[in-house]
């Protein structure tokens, strides 16, 4: 066919098309809109112009299918009128067939699931012409996950939604039966309010509420019952709420015409008042004024009510005045007796332990805070108070003021050497009483150097260390931050402190105390004390001057028992350590730091006051030993500063008339390093303090280590350092005790950890020990069996502590000999020679040897003694 030909054809079959298309176009739309909620699965599908991109079920386009016959365009393929009548009928007969929908429909009513839109995606693009789409698996399975998680999210905030609504519910329920009851309450005491002026103005309620009157006289006095007042005068309210408006206006319009502006304004000025005095009337009455009388018989009811549930005490109850007092009476007698029994509980254990305390086999202070009852004083009987000048009524020199008199001299005398008082001592003395077979008495000489120094310290006594005495820091928790006696008595006040001090030293040592030690077979003892003993200074908490008196008595009990007594200064103005030992924790202020040098010579002008007291005749044969300053830590100090004063304070204590040995402590300075210093001063003795639980290398050898470093370890020391080409010369150890771990309470300081568990922090990393350091280095290190009483030791290790304790009094008398720390503790049985020979790992006598240091020791851990605990 020639070309113009067949372009005219088809020009002519679009006019064609075109003319029937514009001439269904009503009855298609009329069809669609009335087919639209068939079961297709696009409804709009109908509709669609040629040319539009069919979407899946999540609107997503649909991949564009290939022309069936690949010889036409596509665009002829879209634009072919038969393609698309073929097409329309196509849909026609799928609406009709109802087979053909899916069992997921929307026709079905049910939500379509998710394969079910898949199959029908499918499905409507295979009947259009487009290739199947196959969905791809991972996504199916996320959209599930999906849908999963919306599903639980969904029961979740029902679950939620419910639990409110029932809390809400049930609010609601407390609510209303709290209103309930409420009402009920005010209900009940209305109507016994009611009732009571019932009562009071004659007449009488029956069964239903109903008012009566008793005589025909009050009647005619103007009383009626409920029924004649009800028809006398009707309900005014009522009546006044069935008034219509119109009613309302003719009213008010007639009472304003019957009165004067200024007369209405007056009459409902009156009404406000009686409104607001009712007001008062009915609010609840103070206490104050119900006792003045102040509320009627009316509000009687009303006010007991308030003050019961303003107190929680529930409903009103009708109880009479007699009742009450009655009530009264016995809660008060009930009180006494519960507050009398409980003293009882407190009292009856405290005697009984105070008994024990002194009796006639133990010594006082087994309780440093509790102390052992207040002393009789007797010998204040015979002495006038008048005698005692007004100005020093109350001070140290008041012996009325004391809380322990006995055995001093309560003569006054205003009398001082050296600053010092003399009160309460006795002017007469004899030395010539011996402490035992093995030294001389005291009027006699003690050859130091041949013969061993055998002593023990009174630690804790004098100045406070928290591991001898807990009792004074248990009470306190950590926040309080009390670690030390400067805090103990910054915390109480001077007054508290006082009091509280002035008790332990009156029970922690005795007379009975001085006795058990020479029993004991030890021949010195070593008295620890504070600055304070002397003197405080500006900002300073602790007590003044109040344990003097109680050193002069302790001396002059050392005496009666021919015991030497080594006088220790223990705590130097600043703190020479930093240990609460010294009096207070923390940084070193004595030749250390701004105040250094000023507290430095604050210390020369205590020695000064001491040594001027005690160079009295009277002390020349009993105080042998003379203390400079106990473990200064010169480790962290300038030694050479160190040194000099050293050497000021014995010129200044040879000046003052001490004839004593002097004694200096090695610093932790190293027994070598003292080798050839101090040499131009006589009768000075080195003082060492030897522990095996302050040093990581050795508080971790096993037991039989322990003991073989006592044995030969120390003894190679202490020879070492009493020759004079290795050593300083006279040496002693001031300082030892059987404990062989630091588990001890309070042992390194307070509320501080041990080295043995590995908690012992610092805050100072090259000071902590944060792993375990006994034996086993590890886990296993325990303080649970080391803490545990000495009743509960195993023979082998009873065994252990007393060959321990031998083998270090061996080693020491190498030198000048020893004094033990310490003679008596509120609960360390490894720290208190007293309870340890109670419990027999101490000898009854210090000479006493029942081990020798053999060649070859005993192994403890083959024997069954654990070495972690």
Excluded at 116 to 128: F, P, S, T
Excluded at 175 to 182: H, L, P
Excluded at 265 to 290: I, N, T
Excluded at 466 to 494: A, V
Aim: proline fraction near 4%; charge should be neutral; include cysteine.
């Amino acid at each position: 066919m020639p070309r113009n030909e067949w372009d005219s054809d088809q020009d002519r079959d679009r006019d064609r098309d075109r003319r029937r298309h514009d001439r269904d176009r009503p009855r298609r739309q009329s069809h669609y809109e009335s087919d639209a909620d068939l079961n297709s699965p696009y409804p709009h599908d109908q509709r669609r112009r040629r040319g539009h991109r069919a979407t899946d079920s999540q609107g997503e386009l649909l991949p564009r299918p290939s022309p069936r016959n690949p010889r036409h365009s596509e665009s002829e393929y879209e634009t072919s009128p038969r393609k698309k009548r073929a097409s329309h009928q196509s849909h026609s007969q799928s609406r009709t067939r109802g087979d053909d929908t899916p069992s997921g429909s929307r026709g079905s009513g049910a939500p379509l699931s998710l394969d079910a839109i898949a199959k029908l995606d499918k499905k409507n693009a295979k009947k259009a012409g487009w290739k199947g789409y196959d969905y791809d698996a991972e996504y199916l399975q996320e959209v599930r996950r999906k849908e999963g998680r919306m599903e639980r999210d969904r029961e979740r905030e029902e679950r939620e939604e419910r639990r409110r609504e029932r809390e809400r519910v049930k609010r609601e329920e407390e609510r209303r039966r709290a209103y309930e009851s409420d009402a009920l309450a005010q209900e009940e005491a209305r109507v016994r309010r009611e009732k009571r002026r019932s009562e009071r103005r004659g007449y009488y309620t029956d069964e239903e509420g109903r008012r009566g009157y008793h005589t025909e006289e009050e009647r005619r006095r103007g009383y009626h019952t409920e029924e004649e007042r009800s028809r006398e005068h009707g309900d005014v309210r009522a009546k006044r709420k069935s008034y219509t408006y119109e009613e309302k206006e003719e009213r008010r319009r007639r009472y304003e015409a019957k009165y004067t502006a200024s007369e209405i304004e007056e009459k409902r000025a009156r009404r406000r008042e009686e409104r607001k005095r009712m007001e008062q009337k009915r609010r609840v009455v103070s206490g104050p004024l119900a006792e003045e009388g102040g509320i009627d018989d009316d509000d009687e009811y009303e006010y007991k009510y308030m003050m019961e549930k303003r107190g929680g005490g529930g409903a009103p109850s009708d109880v009479t005045e007699d009742e009450l007092a009655r009530r009264k009476r016995l809660k008060r007698i009930l009180i006494g007796v519960i507050s009398f029994l409980i003293l009882l509980a407190i009292i009856i254990p405290v005697a009984v332990m105070m008994s024990k305390k002194s009796g006639a086999d133990e010594s006082s202070g087994e309780a440093a805070a509790a102390g052992g009852g207040a002393p009789a004083n007797s010998n204040l009987a015979n002495i006038d108070p008048n005698t005692i000048p007004a100005d020093k009524k109350g001070s140290i020199l008041d012996p009325f003021a004391w809380y322990d008199t006995e055995e001093f001299n309560v003569t006054y005398t205003d009398e001082t050497i050296g600053g010092l008082p003399v009160m309460g001592l006795n002017s007469t003395w004899s030395d010539a009483v011996q402490a035992n077979e093995n030294v001389p008495a005291l009027n006699k000489k003690f050859e130091y150097g041949k013969m061993p120094i055998r002593g023990v310290n009174l630690g804790g006594w004098l100045n406070i260390e928290p591991f001898i005495t807990p009792s004074f820091f248990e009470q306190y928790n950590r926040m309080d931050g009390i670690i030390d006696e400067y805090t103990l008595c910054s915390k109480l006040g001077t007054a508290r402190c006082k009091a509280s001090l002035e008790k332990h030293y009156s029970s922690f040592v005795s007379r009975r105390t001085f006795e058990e030690i020479r029993d004991a077979g030890f021949d010195h003892v070593r008295i620890p004390f504070g600055y304070w003993i002397v003197t405080t200074y500006p900002g300073d908490p602790y007590v003044k001057q109040v344990s003097w008196r109680y050193l002069l008595r302790a001396i002059e009990w050392a005496r009666q028992n021919g015991l030497r007594i080594n006088l220790d200064l223990h705590g130097a103005p600043g703190s020479q350590n930093g240990w609460n030992h010294s009096g207070r924790q923390g940084v070193i202020g004595w030749l250390n730091g701004t105040d250094g040098d000023l507290n430095g010579q604050r210390t020369l002008e205590i020695h000064h006051a001491l040594s001027t007291f005690f160079s009295q005749p009277r002390y020349k044969n009993i105080i042998t030993l003379y203390g400079l300053v106990n473990e200064p830590k010169m480790v962290d100090m300038d030694t050479q500063k160190v040194l000099s004063w050293t050497s000021a304070a014995i010129s200044q204590i040879r000046h003052d008339g001490i004839t004593a040995l002097l004694v200096f402590g090695d610093g932790f300075f190293g027994l070598d390093n003292w080798q050839g210093k101090l040499q131009d001063h006589d009768n000075l003795l080195l003082d060492v303090h030897q522990y095996v639980i302050f040093n990581v290398d050795q508080i971790s050898l096993k037991h039989t280590d322990k003991l073989n470093f006592a044995c030969r370890g120390w003894t190679a020391q202490s020879r070492r350092s009493m020759d004079k080409t290795t050593g300083f010369g006279p040496t002693m150890c001031g300082e030892w005790s059987q404990a062989d771990t630091d588990c001890t309470q309070y042992i390194n300081n307070v509320g501080m950890g041990t080295r043995w568990e590995g908690t012992y922090n610092t805050g100072n990393a090259s000071t902590s020990v944060l792993k375990p350091h006994c034996p086993s280095f590890d886990a296993s290190c325990s303080c649970e069996k080391a803490r545990q009483d000495a009743s509960q030791y195993s023979d082998v290790y009873k065994r252990w502590l007393y060959q321990f304790a031998i083998a270090q009094m061996i080693s020491f008398e190498e030198g000048w000999g020893w004094f033990y720390w310490t003679w008596e503790t509120e609960k360390a049985v490894q720290w208190s020679w007293r309870k340890g020979m109670r419990a027999g790992i101490l000898p009854e006598k210090v000479w006493e040897r029942g081990f020798d240091c053999p060649s070859k020791l005993e192994d403890f851990e083959k024997a069954g003694l654990s070495e972690f605990y």
